[in-house]
């Protein structure tokens, strides 16, 4: 025999599928097996995802499950050109032979009689399944459907919405199961079928959200059912087999209600508590007894269809006493009769003392006035009364049951004689009301998917016996409600608990040979069947613990060791109590029918969804479906929701959108192959095909961003603020892609690959950064970021917006190609005419958790950029953490511009933005270029030579470096041997000087060593010859230069004059730019908690690429946070609606 599949745990540290199948001997000696355990999936393994992104995925259990199964896999030579397939493939026969040998059972109920009859310490064998349709399916089908509504109900609802409209009650709900067990049948043949029933179908079909929505909602549903069952069994000993059992007893009419629903609490939960401990013993029992259970039901149904040919050719007995036209209460008199005459004298009866106090008193008015008489109850099939009860008779509370053919003679008002021995209405009746009281008896269609491992064949056999044991039941139904309405009298019918019949069953006064068939097996029936709710329930509650997407849930997954739902049983008793406390069958019905048409609504949803999806794994052997079949059913479910009860449905579908967003926020992820999933992937198919490649219009602009994150050595996301401001930015509603390039080859970095994506998406969860990860391997960095700007997205789908990082490191960077890679990622957004966001001091950024107080966001708006300055803060003011900030909105006037109409004018078009900004504007006069922007500019160029000079060899760098300090140190020497003593005692105070800095000091002291020796006053003060493009010398040369007096700047501006001279002019100008910009900005904006600013563009001869990076570090000094922003080319917001 075959290996037992079942789902092991795998280690999740390494990624792998959690819901991988293998052979394990030992599970046959007993445990619960996972939920996954009996879905086969034929298709050849895959290599585990070891950094996946936690999502499982498919596993076949018929491949590689166990190292023994490799080593037998292959052992001939005949084969040897497919050798090297063999540790991951099967062959052929191997394949064969387990899938011939596979069984689906899962750890029933079976399996739990055999687990505790089995005490030998050996594994006992798999028994094959062996039941066919009819014991398997057609039965216990048939046992769930036909209940407690059909005994204690039905004749009621004939008698209240009268013929016609029952048989539209009763179309409407078989109708409603019958296109459910259609959708099933497909559902269930479409591959080999797992036992777990409906949550299996709908939560492999829908997915985990979904599927755990409906499977709770379903399990709820059972388990009220379980309430119904019992409150049915309690009604049933109280009222009909021994009344006199009752503990509390009214002393006054009006106390009955009370005292029965009183009765119904105590006497039920001591039933529940007896059905609890019966099913924590042992489920065997529960099972040996229904078979029992059945043949009560099936014995009552021919009782009945008995009794009705039996109406026929000799009616029973059972006379119904009215008042005039009213109906009696026959239960505290013995003849219907207001006077009898005893030997000649006459008498009162009892039923004149109801009325009146005595002989002599004064009696109710409508008693005199009208006589007393007795009618048929069940004046037979061919007596015509069918044409009478045609006919609805809806009432309110309190409403008396009366048979209007009869003669009445006004009296005391009806409401004032509810209290008299009266049969009354004791709930307000309506059509909607019966059709949620009805519908749990058209439920349990899915007895038979619950039992597919047990099947020879379900795939045939769930098909044909479900949708044979509806059109029974439903015929059955269909001529119930026929037959009561020909054979019954409509007072009869409309009296629920028998009262005027002396408390008979009143569909236990029709059958025959007598009424005690019906009513001990109504009683046994609902016996057993809240058995099995209590049996079914905890398992169901288990399965969806086990599955592990609920996490609240997972205590109740453990029980016993032979895997009975302890657990599991406590919570189902705790919620059937629940439904025992409401103590009324009428109240419980539509609560239950919610739950189960919901689970029937998703299983229609599921069979439809798949249909219209015609995804190539839909192949069901049950071809008689339709999509249309499957809409039409989950119409009438959704329909028969708010015809029952509209505030129950609301109740249901808010508990049911609870658990689908708890599931999707905090549930598991699973991968099920679902179809929800194939829906979302036709609707963005969809979608990208009908979005038009070409831009949006201004008004449907939105950032969709392009994150370029830096990873460190371990591939941990460097700068995760980056990730919070993408976050924050989410008011855009756009997409997001988050990327990052590793340098190599991807056959060798594709395990890498997948570990930086990973951590990524690691850590876009703990950012709650909504989006996708792209990890690309490049053979260089700025091949990588080109191919990701050029390809990340698809269709019209694809980012507009780059947001990276400010590279803070890159004067010490020892790899050029790093900043370089910055200014060509710049020219690539620039060429592919998207716009560009950079970070400075992103490390700076508030996370999401922080919540800034009142300051201000500050936008310098230099150059028009298409309005990416003006959106930014207003979608960033959207986010808590910015929402307390204001807008300040800054712009530059030149010396030519009217400083007063452009504030005006910026008001205005900020007014028509709708926006909502302070508005100033800044004047920057032309004045003379300062001696510390051409020392800044000297610097720089000076800084530009050496890199150039150092694109040597390592070896060739290090030489030159020592002819340079040998030269320099000698001409020092000459000119201050001072200041070389002093150079050596700082020398040997830090020996671990910076070696860039060091380098780029020596290299300056060579190039400037002519120029100092032209000017003796140089030599003289050698300290404003040499310069440093250092931060912290720049800051004490500027102090210097600050603090000398004219005389002294003067003479240094002819002493530099010479080197001046040779400066780049354009370069002079764009750092003049950038240190008055950088002294204007910081002057308004050093305590502003973001500061926005134009992105200058790179320059078109990459020879200036150093310079490049010197004038944006020069105009972002003194900033804490920054973002740069430079345009796409075209405009993002616009003043019309």
Same mark, same amino acid.
């Given at each position: 025999?075959?290996?037992?599949?079942?789902?092991i745990p795998?280690?999740?540290?390494?990624?792998?599928?959690?819901?991988?199948v293998a052979a394990?001997?030992?599970?046959?000696?007993g445990?619960g097996q996972?939920?996954?355990?009996?879905?086969?999936?034929?298709?050849?393994d895959?290599e585990?995802?070891?950094?996946g992104d936690g999502?499982?995925?498919?596993?076949?259990p018929?491949?590689?499950?166990?190292d023994?199964?490799?080593?037998?896999?292959?052992?001939g030579?005949?084969?040897a050109l497919?050798e090297?397939?063999?540790d991951s493939?099967?062959m052929?026969?191997?394949?064969?032979?387990?899938l &011939?040998n596979?069984?689906?059972?899962?750890?029933g109920a079976?399996?739990?009689e055999?687990?505790?009859e089995?005490e030998?310490?050996?594994?006992k &064998?798999?028994?094959?399944?062996?039941?066919?349709?009819f014991?398997?399916?057609?039965?216990?089908c048939?046992?769930?459907?036909l209940?407690?509504?059909?005994f204690?109900?039905? $004749?009621?609802i004939?008698g209240?919405?009268?013929?016609l409209?029952s048989?539209a009650i009763?179309?409407?709900?078989?109708?409603?199961?019958?296109?459910t067990a259609?959708?099933?049948s &497909?559902?269930?043949t479409?591959g080999?079928?797992?036992?777990?029933?409906?949550?299996?179908?709908?939560?492999?079909s829908?997915g985990p959200e979904f599927g755990?929505?409906?499977?709770?909602?379903?399990y !709820?549903?059972t388990?009220?059912a379980?309430?119904m069952?019992?409150l049915?069994?309690?009604?049933?000993?109280?009222t009909y087999?021994?009344?006199?059992?009752?503990?509390?007893?009214?002393?006054?009419?009006e106390d009955?209600?009370?005292a029965?629903?009183?009765?119904?609490?105590?006497?039920?939960t001591?039933?529940l508590a007896?059905?609890?401990v019966v099913v924590?013993v042992g489920?065997k029992y529960v099972?040996?007894l229904a078979?029992?259970?059945?043949?009560c039901?099936?014995?009552?149904?021919?009782a009945?269809?008995?009794?009705?040919?039996k $109406?026929i050719?000799?009616?029973p007995d059972?006379?119904?006493?009215?008042?005039?036209?009213?109906?009696l209460?026959?239960?505290?008199?013995?003849?219907?009769?207001?006077?009898d005459v005893?030997?000649?004298?006459?008498?009162?009866?009892?039923?004149?003392?109801?009325f009146?106090?005595?002989?002599?008193?004064?009696?109710?008015?409508?008693?005199?006035?009208n006589n007393v008489?007795?009618?048929?109850?069940?004046?037979?099939?061919?007596s015509?009364?069918?044409?009478?009860?045609?006919?609805?008779?809806?009432?309110p509370?309190?409403m008396?049951?009366?048979?209007k053919r009869?003669?009445?003679?006004g009296?005391?008002?009806?409401t004032?004689?509810?209290y008299?021995?009266?049969?009354i209405?004791d709930?307000?009746t309506?059509?909607t009301?019966?059709?949620g009281?009805?519908?749990p008896?058209?439920?349990g269609i899915m007895?038979?998917?619950n039992?597919s491992?047990?099947?020879?064949?379900?795939?045939?056999?769930?098909?044909?016996?479900?949708i044979?044991?509806i059109a029974t039941?439903?015929?059955i139904?269909?001529t119930?409600v026929?037959?009561?309405g020909?054979?019954i009298e409509?007072v009869?019918l409309?009296?629920?608990y028998?009262?005027?019949v002396?408390?008979n069953l009143v569909?236990g006064?029709?059958?025959?040979p007598s =009424?005690?068939?019906i009513?001990?097996?109504?009683f046994?029936?609902c016996?057993?069947?809240g058995l099995?709710?209590?049996?079914g329930? =905890?398992?169901?509650l288990q399965?969806?613990?086990r599955d592990?997407?609920?996490p609240f849930?997972?205590?109740?997954?453990?029980g016993?060791a032979?895997?009975?739902?302890?657990?599991?049983?406590l919570?189902?008793?705790?919620i059937c109590?629940i439904?025992i406390l409401?103590a009324?069958?009428d109240?419980?019905?539509?609560i239950?029918?919610?739950f189960?048409?919901?689970c029937y609504?998703?299983?229609?949803?599921?069979?439809?969804?798949?249909?219209l999806l015609?995804t190539?794994?839909w192949?069901p052997?049950?071809?008689?479906?339709?999509?249309?079949?499957s809409?039409?059913?989950?119409?009438?479910?959704?329909a028969l929701?708010f015809?029952?009860?509209?505030?129950?449905?609301?109740?249901?579908m808010?508990i049911a959108?609870c658990?689908y967003k708890?599931?999707e926020?905090?549930?598991?992820?699973?991968?099920w192959?679902?179809?929800?999933?194939g829906?979302s992937l036709n609707?963005?198919r969809y979608a990208?095909?009908r979005?038009e490649?070409a831009a949006p219009h201004?008004?449907?602009?939105?950032?969709? !961003?392009l994150v370029?994150l830096?990873?460190?050595?371990?591939?941990?996301?460097?700068?995760p603020?980056?990730l919070?401001?993408?976050?924050q930015l989410?008011?855009?509603?756009?997409l997001?892609?988050?990327?990052n390039v590793?340098?190599?080859?991807?056959?060798?970095?594709?395990?890498?690959?997948?570990k930086a994506?990973?951590?990524?998406k690691s850590?876009?969860?703990?950012?709650?950064?909504?989006?996708?990860?792209?990890v690309?391997?490049s053979s260089?960095l700025?091949?990588?970021?080109?191919?990701?700007?050029?390809?990340?997205?698809l269709?019209g789908?694809?980012?507009?917006?780059? !947001?990276?990082?400010?590279?803070?490191?890159w004067?010490?960077?020892?790899?050029?190609?790093?900043?370089r890679s910055?200014?060509e990622t710049i020219?690539?957004?620039?060429?592919?005419h998207?716009?560009?966001?950079?970070a400075k001091?992103?490390?700076?950024?508030?996370?999401?958790?922080?919540?800034l107080?009142?300051g201000?966001?500050d936008v310098?708006?230099?150059?028009?950029?298409g *309005?990416?300055?003006?959106?930014l803060?207003?979608l960033?003011?959207?986010?808590?953490?910015?929402?307390?900030?204001?807008?300040?909105i800054?712009?530059?006037a030149?010396?030519d511009?009217?400083?007063?109409?452009?504030?005006k004018?910026?008001q205005?078009?900020l007014?028509?933005?709708?926006l909502d900004?302070?508005?100033?504007?800044?004047e920057m006069?032309?004045?003379d270029?300062?001696?510390?922007?051409?020392?800044? $500019?000297?610097?720089?160029?000076?800084?530009?030579?050496?890199?150039k000079q150092m694109?040597l060899?390592?070896t060739?760098r290090?030489?030159?470096?020592?002819?340079?300090t040998?030269?320099s140190?000698?001409?020092?020497?000459?000119?201050n041997? *001072?200041?070389t003593? $002093?150079?050596n005692l700082?020398?040997q105070s830090?020996?671990?000087?910076?070696?860039q800095?060091?380098?780029?000091?020596?290299i300056?002291?060579?190039n400037?060593?002519?120029?100092?020796?032209?000017?003796?006053?140089?030599d003289?003060?050698?300290?404003r010859?040499?310069m440093?493009w250092?931060?912290?010398?720049?800051?004490t040369?500027?102090?210097?230069?600050r603090?000398?007096?004219?005389s002294?700047?003067?003479r240094? !501006?002819?002493?530099m004059?010479p080197?001046?001279?040779?400066?780049n002019?354009?370069?002079?100008?764009?750092?003049?730019?950038?240190?008055?910009?950088?002294?204007?900005?910081v002057n308004?904006?050093q305590?502003?908690?973001?500061?926005l600013?134009?992105m200058?563009?790179p320059p078109?001869?990459?020879g200036?690429?150093e310079?490049y990076?010197e004038?944006l570090?020069?105009l972002?000094?003194g900033l804490n946070?920054v973002?740069?922003?430079r345009?796409?080319?075209r405009e993002?917001i616009?003043?019309?609606?």
């Open positions: 025999m075959g290996d037992r599949f079942v789902v795998v280690d999740g540290g390494r990624g792998e599928r959690r819901d991988s394990d001997p030992a599970a046959e000696s445990g996972d939920s996954d355990a009996a879905v086969p999936i034929l298709e050849y895959r585990p995802n070891k950094y999502v499982p995925k498919e596993n076949s018929f491949i590689n499950n166990t023994h199964d490799k080593g037998n896999s292959y052992d030579t005949n084969m497919f090297e397939e063999m493939n099967p052929v026969s191997s394949l064969l032979n387990k &011939a596979y069984t689906n059972l899962t750890q079976q399996d739990h055999d687990a505790d089995d030998s310490p050996k594994k &064998a798999v028994k094959s399944p062996q039941m066919g349709t014991m398997g399916v057609y039965l216990p048939l046992q769930n459907i209940g407690v509504i059909l204690l109900r039905l $004749t009621w004939v209240t919405a009268g013929i409209e048989l009763v179309g409407l709900c078989c109708s409603c199961t019958m296109l259609i959708s099933m &497909a559902i269930a479409n080999v079928v797992p036992a777990g029933g409906s949550y299996y179908m709908i939560s492999r829908l755990g929505a409906v499977g709770l909602c379903f !709820l549903g388990t009220f379980g309430s069952y019992i049915g069994t309690i009604e049933i000993l109280l087999i021994v009344p006199k059992a009752a503990i509390f007893v009214a002393e006054k009419k009955e209600v009370d029965l629903l009183n009765n119904m609490r105590v006497y039920g001591c039933c007896l059905m609890a924590f489920v099972n040996k078979l029992v259970f059945l043949a039901v099936i014995l009552s149904i021919i009945i269809y008995a009794g009705v040919i $109406t050719f000799e009616p059972f006379p119904v006493c009215m008042l005039g036209n009213r109906t209460k026959n239960q505290n008199f013995d003849k219907c009769l207001k006077m005893i030997d000649n004298v006459t008498v009162t009866t009892q039923l004149w003392e109801l009146c106090k005595g002989p002599n008193s004064t009696c109710n008015e409508y008693f005199l006035n008489t007795e009618v048929q109850g069940i004046p037979g099939l061919a015509g009364v069918i044409s009478e009860n045609l006919w609805s008779k809806y009432g509370l309190g008396l049951v009366e048979d009869l003669p009445s003679v009296g005391s008002d009806p004032k004689d509810i008299m021995p009266y049969v209405n709930i307000t309506f059509f009301l019966l059709v009281i009805y519908f008896s058209v439920t007895a038979g998917s039992r491992g047990d099947l020879r064949d379900a795939q045939k056999s769930i098909p044909i016996g479900t044979l044991a039941t439903s015929v139904y269909i119930c026929v037959l009561f020909a054979c409509g009869l409309r009296d629920k028998g009262d005027s002396k408390g569909i006064t029709l059958s025959w =009424p005690w068939v009513v001990i097996g109504s046994f029936s016996c057993g069947a099995q709710s209590l049996t329930a =905890p398992r169901l399965a969806i613990a592990g997407i609920v849930l997972q205590v109740f997954g453990h016993k032979n895997g009975e739902p302890t657990w599991a049983l919570l189902t008793a705790g109590e439904g409401i009324s069958l109240a419980v019905a539509p239950l029918s919610m189960f048409l919901m609504l998703f299983v229609n949803l599921a069979c439809a969804v798949q249909t015609r190539p794994n192949r052997r049950f071809k008689y479906y339709h999509w249309a079949l809409f039409l059913g989950m119409s009438l479910c959704l929701m015809i029952c009860s509209w505030y129950y449905a609301i109740v249901a808010a959108g658990i708890y599931i926020y905090r549930g598991a992820e699973k991968e192959g679902d179809g929800i999933r829906l609707a963005a990208l095909i979005l490649d201004t008004k449907n602009w939105r950032p969709q !961003l370029l830096n990873l460190d050595s371990d591939h941990g996301v460097k700068h603020r980056l919070s401001l993408t976050t989410k008011a855009g509603k756009g997001t892609i988050v990327g590793l340098e190599g080859t991807y056959l060798t970095k594709e395990i890498e690959a997948k994506e990973q951590n990524i850590a876009m969860t703990a950012e709650r950064t909504k989006g996708f990860c792209h690309v391997v260089n700025r091949d990588g970021i080109s191919h990701l700007i050029q390809s990340a997205g269709g789908m694809k980012h507009n917006t780059v !947001l990276m990082a400010w590279p803070g490191t004067k010490q960077s020892n790899d050029p190609q790093s900043w910055f200014i020219r690539e957004t620039t060429a592919a998207q716009a560009l966001l950079v001091n992103v490390d700076s950024f508030p996370t999401n958790q922080d919540r107080g009142e201000t966001i310098w708006w230099v150059v028009h950029d *309005g990416m300055l003006m959106l803060p207003f960033l003011r959207q986010h808590k953490v910015w929402r307390k900030c204001k807008m300040r800054f712009t530059v030149q010396m511009d009217n400083s007063i109409q452009m504030k004018d910026l205005m078009f007014y028509h933005l709708r900004a302070e508005v100033e504007v800044v006069h032309d004045n270029i300062s001696a510390f922007t051409y020392e800044k $500019t000297l610097v720089m160029e000076q800084r530009s030579q050496m890199l694109q060899s390592r060739e290090e030489r030159e470096i020592q002819s340079i040998d030269e140190r000698s001409s020092i020497r000459r000119k041997p *001072g200041a003593e $002093t150079s700082s020398r830090s020996p671990m000087e910076d070696t800095e060091d380098e780029a000091q020596l300056h002291d060579r400037t060593a002519s120029h100092a020796t032209i000017n003796d006053k140089a003289a003060e050698p300290e010859v040499h440093t250092t931060k912290e010398k720049l800051f040369e500027r102090n210097r230069n603090e000398c007096n004219t002294v700047a003067v240094d !501006l002819f002493n004059k080197e001046w001279e040779s400066l002019q354009s370069n002079v100008r764009r750092m003049h730019t950038a240190v008055k910009m950088n002294e204007v900005v308004k904006s305590g502003a908690h973001l500061v600013l134009n200058p563009g078109k001869n990459r200036g690429d310079n990076m004038f570090e020069v972002l000094e946070r973002l740069l922003v345009g796409g080319g993002v616009t003043i019309y609606s």
